[in-house]
T-cell receptor, first 113, second 114 residues
C-alpha cells in the first residue's frame, strides 16, 4: 500500500521567512495530493491540493510543487506570519482507491515574531 | 452553512464498555470517511461510505469496530469492548462526490479509555 513520509517533524521560522515541508510517497499510482492545516484542538482544513497532471500550484503565499518522477511533493509558505503556526499534514491518494488518503505524520510549524 | 459535526466531542469510557460516535456530514455530500488520529500523528483511514454503501472498511483495526450509514446521511462508528489502545481522536470527513474531491473534516471526538 501507499506510504507517505513527511519532513521535518518540526520547523521553527522567523516571521517573514519562508517555510518548506517535503513529503515522499511510494505508490506511483497516486494522483491527488492535498495539504491540510490543523491548529491545536481543531479540525484539519484543506489549504491547497495538486493533481498529478500539474507540476506546481500557487495560492497567495502558499505553493505546492510535485515531482512525479521522484515521487515527492512540497509545501512552500512565503512571508510567514504567526497565524501560520499549526501542524501541517500532507496526503496522497489514488482516485481509484475510494478517497483513501494516506497521511504523513505531520510537521509542527512555529512562526516566531 | 453548517459544516461536518460530530458528537460527542469528548468521551471517556471504561475498558470493556461499548461506545458510539456520531457524524453529521455536510448536507448533500455523497462520500463519508472515518479516520483515527493518535496523538502527534496524522489521521489513519478507517472506512469509507458512498451514500449508504460501505465501500472500504480495510482500515478498521479489529472486528470490535463497526460503522454504518443506513440512510446515506448520518453515520455512526461503534467500538465494542473498548481497549486502552482505542484512545484517540476519531475524525469524520465528507466530500461532495467520490475520490479526488476536497474532504471536509469534522471537529473530531476525543475518546479516552481508562
Amino acid at each position: 500500500g501507499e506510504n507517505v513520509e513527511q519532513h521535518p517533524s518540526t520547523l521553527s521560522v522567523q516571521e517573514g521567512d519562508s517555510a518548506v515541508i517535503k513529503c515522499t510517497y511510494s505508490d506511483s499510482a497516486s494522483n491527488y495530493f492535498p495539504w491540510y492545516k490543523q491548529e491545536l484542538g481543531k479540525r484539519p482544513q484543506l489549504i491547497i491540493d495538486i493533481r498529478s497532471n500539474v507540476g506546481e500550484k500557487k495560492d497567495q503565499r502558499i505553493a505546492v510543487t510535485l515531482n512525479k518522477t521522484a515521487k515527492h511533493f512540497s509545501l512552500h509558505i512565503t512571508e510567514t506570519q504567526p497565524e501560520d503556526s499549526a501542524v501541517y499534514f500532507c496526503a496522497a491518494m489514488t482516485t481509484d482507491s475510494w478517497g483513501k488518503f494516506q497521511f504523513g505524520a505531520g510537521t509542527q510549524v512555529v512562526v516566531t515574531p | 452553512g453548517a459544516g461536518v459535526s460530530q458528537s460527542p466531542r469528548y468521551k471517556v469510557a471504561k475498558r470493556g464498555q461499548d461506545v458510539a460516535l456520531r457524524c453529521d456530514p455536510i448536507s448533500g455530500h455523497v462520500s463519508l470517511f472515518w479516520y483515527q488520529q493518535a496523538l502527534g500523528q496524522g489521521p489513519e483511514f478507517l472506512t469509507y461510505f458512498q451514500n449508504e454503501a460501505q465501500l472500504d472498511k480495510s482500515g478498521l483495526p479489529s472486528d470490535r469496530f463497526f460503522a454504518e450509514r443506513p440512510e446515506g446521511s448520518v453515520s455512526t462508528l461503534k467500538i465494542q469492548r473498548t481497549q486502552q489502545e482505542d484512545s484517540a481522536v476519531y475524525l469524520c470527513a465528507s466530500s461532495l462526490d467520490g475520490p479526488g474531491y476536497e474532504q471536509y473534516f469534522g471537529p473530531g471526538t476525543r475518546l479516552t479509555v481508562t
